[in-house]
């Protein structure tokens, strides 16, 4: 089992940046892949990136791909999201995930929010 904590949301200009973090417990979070989601007000819950177990394969959604980066330190136990070019519509509550399957995600963090201004 593992535990997830983010931490690193804020206000922030558009055309800003912010290094999200995702610090996990227990031993074993190598063997995770991780991802980002967000969640925007009255929207489902959306995929942001993610990044398999040794950071060797990212993935994005088509909204971010370009400013933002997925990235993981073992040794920490954390996955960062480093968003860059931040818009308004990037406004959200995000949150980091962890699957050991490599199927769905059956780990979660409480979220973190970030808001960009105009």
């Known amino acids: 089992q593992v535990q997830l904590v983010e931490t690193g949301g804020g206000l922030v200009q558009a055309g800003g940046s912010l290094r999200l973090s995702c610090a996990a417990s227990?031993?074993?979070?190598?063997?995770?892949?991780m991802g980002w989601f967000r969640q925007a007000p009255g929207k489902n819950r959306e995929f942001v990136a993610d990044?398999?177990?040794?950071?060797?394969?990212?993935n994005y959604a088509e909204s971010t791909k370009g400013r933002f980066i997925i990235s993981r330190d073992n040794a920490k136990n954390t996955v960062y999201l480093q968003m860059n070019s931040l818009k308004p519509e990037d406004t959200a509550v995000y949150y980091c995930?962890?699957?050991?399957?490599?199927?769905?995600?059956?780990?979660w963090g409480q979220g973190t929010q970030v808001t960009v201004s105009s």
């Open positions: 227990g031993r074993t979070f190598s063997s995770y892949a």
């Open positions: 995930a962890a699957t050991s399957s490599g199927g769905s995600y059956g780990y």
């Open positions: 990044i398999n177990w040794s950071g060797g394969n990212t």
